[in-house]
């Protein structure tokens, strides 16, 4: 258990509709990144919060946007879904030693959309 | 970041040594290697990372070459629960907010046989 922790577990809705997946760091990390599994690219960096603010975009497309509250947790909102957005997704939170960072990832979001 | 190169599939008995290389040539003086795994569709897990010298904690062993363009992640004594695909990820040191994606290749699938 990594102690990062991610609802809904399983996700399955229509194209066009509008999710919200949620992630919770472990305590005391202010950061927390969000990666995109699927079969045909791997896991990709799609965005970064620090402390509730934006510090880093990947190949996060338009339809997606996330925000982190004051309570650190972080939430990814997707919309106009698509079936190519179907995906494992995951949040992962990080820790500081010295110069080096440690993420811890959560267990993961299956979207499915159909 | 540095890339890296590492066989797409390796095989190893239960209880013995398994021994996973990674290639990392072109990683620059300050780059830090990093193991990551996945079990089956589970959040990636860390497991150890270095500089230069050789690592060592519960999970495994890391030894560095000393020109530093290849690693080997050992796991002393692989079991079935080891059976997962094995990322070598090589990243820069944090300096301070900026963005610490990682960036993940295609691993290696190890598979553990009784």
């Known amino acids: 258990d990594s102690g990062v922790t991610q609802t809904p577990k399983h996700l399955i809705t229509a194209t066009g509709q509008r999710v919200t997946l949620r992630c919770s760091p472990r305590s005391g990390d202010l950061s927390v990144y969000w990666y995109q599994q699927s079969l045909d690219q791997g896991l990709q960096f799609l965005i970064q919060?620090?402390?509730?603010?934006?510090?880093a975009k990947g190949n996060i497309l338009e339809r997606f946007s996330a925000q982190q509250f004051p309570d650190l947790h972080s939430e990814l909102n997707l919309s106009s879904l698509e079936l190519g957005d179907s995906a494992l997704y995951f949040c992962?939170?990080?820790?500081?030693?010295?110069?080096?960072?440690?993420?811890?990832f959560g267990p993961g979001t299956r979207l499915l959309v159909l | 970041d540095a890339k890296t190169t590492q066989p797409p599939s390796m095989d190893c008995a239960e209880g013995r040594a398994a021994n996973l290389p990674c290639n990392h040539s072109t990683i620059s003086g300050n780059e830090y290697v990093y193991w990551y795994r996945q079990i089956h569709s589970q959040g990636p897990q860390y497991i150890i990372h270095g500089l230069k010298n050789n690592e060592t904690n519960e999970m495994a062993s890391l030894i560095i070459t000393e020109d530093r363009k290849s690693s080997t992640l050992i796991l002393p004594h692989a079991t079935l629960r080891d059976t997962a695909v094995y990322y070598c990820i090589v990243r820069v040191p944090h300096s301070g907010g900026s963005n610490y994606k990682l960036t993940f290749g295609k691993g290696t699938l190890l598979t553990v046989n009784p």
């Open positions: 992962a939170s990080s820790v500081f030693s010295g110069a080096q960072e440690t993420q811890y």
């Open positions: 919060y620090y402390n509730g603010e934006e510090r």
